[in-house]
Nanobody, 123 residues
């Protein structure tokens, strides 16, 4: 089982940047994803990355602004967030999936979750 701990959230002005980090321990060769839940909304997929890091997916709402990456040697997954907007305000979660496919964005395939980190973007 993998344990996940997110960090890097905070308060930033619109147009600013943050980099979220997910530290993984235990068995770590999983498909990894970032998700977010805004107040009053369902949790949504933000980005996902394959085990090797060669294949990624970004939600349309963040494409061109956010980038997911991973460093398997350090057991780290990152989410670089640029040009942040107030609508990006949410709790961001890191999660791990063990699907048989190379990449999955289906939240139900993600079985291990971090505790979340708050991102607040002021206008």
């Amino acid at each position: 089982q993998v344990q996940l701990v997110e960090s890097g959230g905070g308060l930033v002005q619109a147009g600013g940047s943050l980099r979220l980090t997910c530290a993984a321990s235990g068995r770590t060769l999983y498909i990894m994803g970032w998700f977010r839940r805004a107040p009053g909304k369902d949790r949504e997929t933000v980005a996902a990355i394959s085990r090797s890091g060669s294949n990624t997916h970004h939600a349309d709402s963040v494409k061109g602004r956010f980038t997911i990456s991973r460093d398997n040697a350090k057991n780290m997954v990152y989410l670089q967030m640029n040009s942040l907007q107030p609508e990006d305000t949410a709790v961001y979660y890191c999660a791990a999936a063990s699907a048989s496919t190379e990449l999955t964005t289906n939240q139900y395939n993600y079985r291990a979750w971090g505790q979340g980190t708050q991102v607040t973007v002021s206008s």
